[in-house]
């Protein structure tokens, strides 16, 4: 119950997100999927920003966590910038007509 | 100062997310939609790093930069030189990237937070989550690059695979639980979630990839949302929960184009009944066309309409059909384009790449508006594609596609079908649409048989 109580605020935010996130592709026409799939593959990539929030809290001396932390950035790093930029090209090719 | 700072750049950054993703299901707003989320990001990560409270010492920041940029340049020059083609198994492979983001903070952020079992749960959720789809990403990445084509089905693979997923949310829960501290424990863990990724993944069929890479897609989003809710960052979770739900709702979507339900997909129904099915239908003769009679019927037809597959993509024909479409029309040809729903690897997947080679919008046509027109044309050139044009999908209740929604091409005067050889098509069940008495085959390489039909109307 208590968790229920400290966190009332993220649930909320969380249960009307995801409604957000059903309304706003509602309506999408089939030409758009793969575009829109490549495009909200490259915003999940947002979780880098967790991996630049662990890189900056790790301790200086511990090796494996630098390690590890570095490959997480590169990895997200991967995802953002390789998901938008493959998503531009795919529209791109919209935009010409 | 910092900390607001980083809330109104999180605040923007996550309006710029759902106005992105709403501009981009829309044709006219698409790439501008795109930019916009791809601006929120850059911003979200450059103040998450310049406004961090604490005293961070140089050479970490050295490290995250020197990530930053060899992610960019790789991710950039791989997305710019990908052949169109070839999208969506780039798309799964950034996929992956991201859940193993996800996956590697769930194990460096565990022994941070023993004993807080909120915290726990967040961290374990995101690292079983993001660990599935790492490797069930990679899984879809080799099917649709061909290194992987058959399907791999262990015995009682749904049993196998139910009792695995429970296995390893029960050794999650237990571990959020018992809060054990054990590097150990935590790589088991991944360990296992990595090989019910792989399960999860490999008795699916690679027609069924671009649902699999959505679903997981989803997977994803999840795991970035359970790491918002880990370090109560918001723009973690607007665009992770975004994702998610718009993820979930995609993959139900394409579904639905195909006619199958979510459920059928995962547990597997194509591939394991198609031996069986068609082959004790009683089969017919093949007929052979040669290029220059195709070049005549097409000549003198007035309505022509192409029905292109994945085969044509593969063979990078989507040049010279442009061509062709646009001397037929010189002669006064009509000539459309049938869409259907889930042609090429992925549902609109068609519709970029003949986009790509300059094919008119208004000529695309989907497959709701083209089937009744059929039956006013004369010739349809089917190009690479099989599954979508097999009328068993209509007739044959054993098929494994039967159900799915299908172009009628049977309803037009002649059926033109180019094809490498006589291999069955991706879902691997053959065709009796070949076998049809209005049906030519005419056989070769899509782009080298085009190019001679193209330079022998041109002779006309």
Same mark, same amino acid.
């Given at each position: ?97 | ?23 981009? *299901?829309?044709?006219?707003?698409? /790439? ?7 601006? =929120? ?16 010492? =140089? ?8 990530? $930053? ?19 969506? %198994? ?47 990403? !990679? ?13 791999? /089905? ?7 695979? +139910? ?34 990724? !792989? ?60 006619? /199958? ?23 017919? *003769? ?5 290029? *220059?009679?195709?070049? +005549? ?29 646009? $001397? ?16 090429? /690897? ?19 046509? %989907? ?5 009744? %027109? ?37 309803? *037009?005067?002649? !059926? ?12 691997? $069940? ?20 085009? +190019? ?9």
């Amino acid at each position: 119950m208590n968790f229920l109580s400290t966190h009332e605020m993220t649930i909320y935010f969380v249960v009307l997100s995801i409604f957000v996130g059903i309304e706003v592709i509602g309506r999408v026409p089939t030409v758009l999927h793969t575009p829109l799939m490549s495009g909200a593959n490259a915003i999940h990539g947002v979780v880098i920003v967790g991996a630049i929030y662990v890189m900056l809290n790790v301790e200086p001396s511990d090796y494996v966590a630098l390690a590890l932390g570095f490959l997480a950035v590169l990895l997200g790093t991967l995802n953002v910038v390789g998901g938008f930029v493959v998503t531009d090209r795919m529209l791109e090719m919209f935009k010409k007509k | 100062m910092s900390h607001s700072i980083i809330s109104i750049a999180y605040l923007i950054g996550s309006v710029t997310f759902v106005m992105g993703l709403k501009m981009m *299901s829309n044709p006219k707003t698409a /790439r501008n939609g795109n930019l916009v989320a791809a601006a =929120g990001m850059i911003l979200a990560i450059l103040v998450t790093i310049l406004f961090h409270e604490r005293e961070v010492p =140089g050479f970490v920041y050295g490290l995250i930069f020197a990530a $930053i940029g060899i992610g960019t340049v790789v991710g950039w020059m791989a997305a710019k030189k990908v052949q169109m083609t070839k999208m969506p %198994e780039l798309v799964s492979l950034f996929n992956g990237m991201g859940g193993a983001c996800a996956a590697l903070i769930g194990l460096m952020e565990y022994h941070h937070n023993l004993g807080n079992t909120g915290a726990l749960l967040s961290i374990v959720a995101g690292l079983i989550i993001g660990s599935v789809s790492f490797s069930g990403s !990679i899984i879809a990445f080799l099917k649709l690059n061909g290194t992987m084509n058959q399907p791999i /089905r262990l015995p009682q693979y749904n049993s196998i695979n +139910t009792l695995l997923m429970a296995a390893v949310v029960a050794f999650g829960g237990w571990v959020v639980v018992a809060s054990p501290d054990s590097q150990a424990i935590l790589f088991a863990l991944f360990g296992a979630a990595i090989v019910y990724g !792989i399960l999860f993944t490999v008795p699916i069929g690679g027609a069924d990839m671009p649902v699999v890479i959505s679903l997981l897609n989803s997977f994803t989003g999840l795991a970035a949302a359970f790491g918002g809710f880990l370090y109560d960052n918001k723009i973690m979770l607007t665009g992770g929960i975004l994702v998610g739900s718009a993820g979930t709702l995609l993959t139900l979507v394409m579904c639905e184009a195909m006619n /199958r339900p979510l459920s059928n997909v995962i547990f597997g129904a194509f591939g394991g009944s198609s031996a069986a099915a068609g082959s004790n239908t009683e089969k017919g *003769s093949i007929k052979d066309i040669s290029v *220059s009679d195709t070049a +005549t019927l097409m000549n003198y037809s007035k309505k022509v309409v192409i029905v292109p597959g994945y085969g044509l993509a593969v063979a990078q024909a989507q040049h010279v059909i442009h061509e062709l479409e646009t $001397i037929l029309e010189e002669r006064g040809v009509e000539v459309k384009y049938a869409i259907h729903p889930v042609a090429g /690897r992925m549902p609109g997947h068609m519709n970029v790449l003949l986009a790509e080679s300059n094919v008119s919008y208004d000529k695309l046509v %989907e497959m709701e508006e083209i089937n009744p %027109e059929f039956s006013s044309t004369d010739v349809v050139l089917v190009v690479g594609a099989n599954d979508v044009v097999n009328p068993a999908a209509k007739t044959d209740p054993s098929s494994p596609i039967y159900g799915m929604p299908i172009l009628d091409v049977e309803n *037009s005067t002649h !059926i033109i079908v180019n094809k490498r050889s006589m291999n069955a098509g991706y879902a691997g $069940i053959d065709n009796d649409l070949f076998y049809n008495p209005k049906t030519s085959m005419l056989f070769g390489d899509a782009k080298g048989v085009l +190019t001679k039909l193209v330079s022998e109307l041109k002779t006309m």
